[in-house]
Nanobody
Framework: QVQLVESGGGLVQAGGSLRLSCVAS????????MGWFRQAPGKEREFVLS????????TYADSAKGRFTISRDNAKNTVYLQMNSLKPEDTAVYYC?????????????????WGQGTQVTVSS
């Protein structure tokens, strides 16, 4: 079972930036699609961004377009979420997830492994 460990969350003012990292254990990271999801208090988990095994395709939620970027470094077993122009409504626990196929998905049910999450809080 792969382990995913997120880091980089914290408290930031509106308009600020954060970069989240997710490091995966194991040797086959480059064969998997990866995604970022988030869950705000009292709300359901929602899709944020995803990326294919070779970074050939990325998919963005409308809320992330123009502000967030997903990338990956297969040599480091790491996927990143760069968040710019943060808003208070971006406040949530952010989770990375792995899908055991080459391609990504916007549906959480398609992912088989999840990290423990990292808190992002954006103050107004």
């Amino acid at each position: 079972q792969v382990q995913l460990v997120e880091s980089g969350g914290g408290l930031v003012q509106a308009g600020g930036s954060l970069r989240l990292s997710c490091v995966a254990s194991g040797r086959t990271f480059s064969q998997y699609g990866m995604g970022w999801f988030r869950q705000a208090p009292g709300k359901e988990r929602e899709f944020v961004l995803s990326i294919t095994w070779n970074s050939g395709r990325t998919t963005y939620a409308d809320s992330a377009k123009g502000r967030f970027t997903i990338s990956r470094d297969n040599a480091k077993n790491t996927v990143y979420l760069q968040m710019n122009s943060l808003k208070p409504e971006d406040t949530a626990v952010y989770y990375c997830a792995r899908r055991m196929v080459l391609y990504e998905s916007t549906h959480g049910a398609d992912y088989d492994s999840w990290g423990q999450g990292t808190q992002v809080t954006v103050s107004s």
